[in-house]
């Protein structure tokens, strides 16, 4: 079951749990199966999640390779053009785990970030929890990544007639 489909639009969706997620422009979020309302897949984009608890219910987000898990919490996760996952947390702990064989990754707190590529995983700390997911506000903010994520980024965003050359987009931005 399709829960956003891609738009031009932030918008906010309300959960079958009773959870919400805001989608950035240009996301995709699917339910993983209509028995289970706290399983999910973004295909693409970002989404800010404001996680219900449910008595020890698990509450996941698959993200290209990576997987998310929380019980209850406020988390921003990121699946950039490139193929980069990025998840940081506004409030509560999630775990990020890995690949098939579900490697874990990181455990996170509030104020904390990891991003997944090509196999590696760094974690940081974010100036404030808040941040965690800027993009609400409209603000866009970018450490070591290639900047044709962020051109898709823009374009996702409206700002049409943007386009990068091959060669450049694999240049690393911090911005």
Known sequence: ASVGSVS?????????DGSTVVLAPG??????????????????????????????RR?????????????GTRFDARRSASGQIRVAVEEGRVAV??????????????????VVERGRAETGRLAAPGEAAAWR???????????GDVIADLAARGHGGLAVSPRAAALRVTA
């Open 8 to 16: 031009a639009d932030m918008r906010q969706v309300a959960l079958k």
């Open 137 to 147: 506000a409209g603000r866009l903010a970018y450490a070591d990544a290639p900047l």
């Open 59 to 71: 509450f996941q987000v698959e993200v290209g390779q990576a997987e998310i898990e929380v019980l």
């Open 97 to 114: 785990y890995e690949g098939k064989a579900r490697r874990q990754v990181a455990r996170l707190g509030a104020g904390d970030y990891v």
């Open 27 to 56: 996301s995709r979020l699917a339910q993983v199966s209509r028995w289970n309302a706290r399983r999910y897949v973004l295909d693409r984009g970002e989404a800010f999640f404001s996680v219900r608890k449910a008595d020890g």
